[in-house]
């Protein structure tokens, strides 16, 4: 299996707006930042590699699957949007559990997901309160959990920092994307 995502000659238009600009970039395996100012095109990029927008041009694959193959890709990737909000009359672990039933992952296996993401991400002592209870960098750390649930191999966060205080929480959390066999 090939480990990095391939982008060729890739452009991007909302109506006449050009937002990316012949883009060639290889990412390999590890962790990469896309750094620029706002517009710059970084939402954009990421929304196309986690198949939400739909590529017009230009080629794309992810561990060597072309990105027309959504359904594969959705199942590869976990996505943090930078605006990131779910069922606040939820409580923090229902709403994780529930997310993990509609992407289908057996009942004992998605407690047990469950139960380890959400040490992982630092917030086993809040997983009773209700969604909108949680403080903007808890919110942050739920967001990192949920993209994680289907156990991706690439994990796609948009804003990483925005909102951690801690910041080893999310560190531990992309690290564990990137080889989720090694149980750590
Ligand atoms: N849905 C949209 N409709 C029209 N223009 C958009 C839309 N989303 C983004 N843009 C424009 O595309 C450019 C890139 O935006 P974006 O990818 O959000 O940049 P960044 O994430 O780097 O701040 C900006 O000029 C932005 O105004
Ligand atoms: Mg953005």
Excluded: W
Excluded at 91 to 108: C, K, Q, T, V
């Amino acid at each position: 299996m090939e480990h990095r995502i391939t982008i060729e000659h890739m452009n991007k238009f909302y109506g006449r707006k050009q937002a990316l600009f012949d883009i060639d970039l290889t990412i390999e395996q590890g962790m990469f930042g896309l750094l620029g100012r706002n517009g710059a095109g970084k939402t954009t990029l990421m929304k196309t590699l986690a198949a939400i927008h739909k590529k017009k041009n230009g080629s794309i694959t992810v561990c060597g699957v072309p990105i027309e193959r959504e359904r594969e890709i959705r199942a590869m990737t976990g996505y943090l949007p930078q605006e990131f909000s779910m069922y606040p009359n939820m409580r923090a672990d229902e709403a994780l559990d529930y997310l993990g039933a509609l992407s289908g992952i057996p009942g004992a296996e998605r407690r047990k997901r469950v139960d380890s993401l959400l040490r992982k991400v630092n917030l086993d002592a809040h997983r009773h309160k209700k969604v909108r209870q949680l403080s903007g960098g808890m919110m942050r750390r739920l967001g990192i959990a949920q993209a994680l649930l289907h156990d991706p191999k690439v994990l796609i966060v948009d804003e990483p920092t925005a909102g951690l205080i801690r910041r080893n929480a999310s560190g531990s959390a992309i690290c564990s994307a990137r080889s989720p066999k090694a149980g750590s």
